[in-house]
T-cell receptor, first 114, second 113 residues
Framework: EAQVTQNPRYLITVTGKKLTVTCSQNMNHEYMSWYRQDPGLGLRQIYYSMNVEVTDKGDVPEGYKVSRKEKRNFPLILESPSPNQTSLYFC?????????????FGPGTRLTVT | AQSVSQHNHHVILSEAASLELGCNYSYGGTVNLFWYVQYPGQHLQLLLKYFSGDPLVKGIKGFEAEFIKSKFSFNLRKPSVQWSDTAEYFCAYNAGNNRKLIWGLGTSLAVNP
């Protein structure tokens, strides 16, 4: 089954404790992206990747890192989480960026930083 | 700056009522337009998209949307909603071959049985 998986689905952590949210897709997609979703602010892009070893900042990259060592995986790293990073995070992938290509979304990771 | 405006933030309907959710975008050239839906506790999934051809696009679950270039609009419609349509709906677009997808803030739809 074609899908985007994320782990963990729920995470409660404390300020400053490094964490990684994994994202994996099995559709051989070139393009992968991370979003955060907050009430009243919609979806905001954090980082995206056009291909292996190619990543770039989205609209709200501060406090986040990503890597793309393999085509299928695109982990999101919070080196020192803060309470303002409490949010719902979605990973997405598509065959190519832009154009009319549909983005496929993961199930989401709800992160709470205390 | 490119933007998407979804006029209705919260909509409450009774079952069998008709639905129209507004979406306006801010780019004057060629666009690709999308509606995504997020059911409670689930991930976003594509409802329908427009990139060329017939401006009336049909999607899953009886939804359709009409692209009106002169109005920069891509409104979502359904003639008769069901309780299971309760969800958040997002309009998005990208301009031509631009990589970046511009998202609206979403419309929360609640359908009362």
């Amino acid at each position: 089954e074609a899908q985007v998986t994320q782990n963990p689905r729920y995470l409660i952590t404390v300020t400053g404790k490094k964490l990684t949210v994994t994202c994996s897709q099995n559709m051989n997609h070139e393009y992968m992206s991370w979003y955060r979703q907050d009430p009243g602010l919609g979806l905001r892009q954090i980082y995206y990747s056009m291909n292996v070893e190619v990543t770039d900042k989205g609209d709200v990259p501060e406090g986040y890192k990503v890597s793309r060592k393999e085509k299928r995986n695109f982990p999101l790293i919070l080196e020192s989480p803060s309470p303002n990073q409490t949010s719902l995070y979605f990973c997405a992938s598509s065959f190519l960026p832009g154009g009319n290509h549909e983005q496929y979304f993961g199930p989401g990771t709800r992160l709470t930083v205390t | 700056a490119q933007s998407v405006s979804q006029h209705n933030h919260h909509v409450i309907l009774s079952e069998a009522a008709s639905l129209e959710l507004g979406c306006n975008y801010s780019y004057g050239g060629t666009v690709n337009l999308f509606w995504y839906v997020q059911y409670p506790g689930q991930h976003l999934q594509l409802l329908l998209k427009y990139f060329s051809g017939d401006p009336l696009v049909k999607g899953i679950k009886g939804f359709e949307a009409e692209f009106i270039k002169s109005k920069f609009s891509f409104n979502l419609r359904k003639p008769s909603v069901q309780w299971s349509d309760t969800a958040e709906y997002f309009c998005a677009y990208n301009a031509g071959n631009n990589r970046k997808l511009i998202w609206g803030l979403g419309t929360s739809l609640a359908v009362n049985p």
